[in-house]
């Protein structure tokens, strides 16, 4: 099933209506999807690389929508569905302490999540749910997003078809890398 979804995709990006069809991939992504849009955006850029920014932009805006519908799907439906289950077993007071740690971890949790491989829809809804400040989120995620479908999409343009199996390949692990190096950076500076 999962690979019928990733072939229905890959075949979106030759249609005439490739933009709208990556707007709304990106935004279900952000919340619900399982397939990110980058196998969308990259045989669309590779089709049409002097359009490569103004389709990261498509995704970049449709993303940070389909995030900012996350956060209310974790926002609103945690009071009538979550919390619930959680206090009939016995688990509601380890929300709070829980809560109280990711939101001291402030906009991390987003940014790593819009640019690794790790499901961003996951941390659209937890951050909802947790109360994470919405401005904090959605600058988080305009930040995170923004560097990963612009990157991808420079890539694309500056070195063309070589790089896509570069990308498809280890993008997530180019990001990780990334992560790393920023985190590495910020805690030397705080600490040395």
């Given amino acids: ?9 890959l075949g979106l990006a030759s249609h005439p209506n490739a933009l709208w069809a990556l707007a ?12 990110p849009p980058d196998i969308l955006m990259i045989p669309m850029i590779l089709a049409a690389p002097r359009r490569a920014f103004v389709i990261a932009g498509v995704c970049l805006v449709s993303s940070v929508l ?19 289950i959680l206090a009939t077993l016995g ?11 990711f939101n001291d971890l402030g906009f991390w949790p987003v940014l790593i999540a819009g640019l690794t491989p790790f ?24 930040v995170a997003r923004g560097l990963r479908f612009f990157i991808v999409a420079w890539l694309l343009w500056k070195f063309g078809a070589p790089i896509r ?26 600490f040395l």
């Fill in 24 to 35: 709304i991939v990106s935004f279900v992504e952000s919340s619900v999807f399982p397939i």
């Fill in 91 to 101: 688990k509601a007071e380890y929300m709070a302490e829980f809560n109280q740690r």
């Fill in 66 to 84: 389909g995030g900012m519908a996350g956060y209310a799907i974790g926002y609103f439906a945690y009071d009538t569905i979550g919390q619930p």
């Fill in 119 to 142: 499901p961003y829809k996951v941390i659209t809804i937890m951050s909802g749910w947790t109360g994470l400040p919405l401005g904090t989120f959605i600058i988080s995620s305009i």
């Fill in 1 to 9: 099933m999962l690979r019928r979804l990733y072939d229905w995709t």
């Fill in 165 to 190: 199996d570069f990308i498809e390949r280890r993008l997530g692990l180019m990001f990780i890398l990334f992560i790393v190096l920023l985190g590495g950076g910020f805690y030397a500076i705080r």
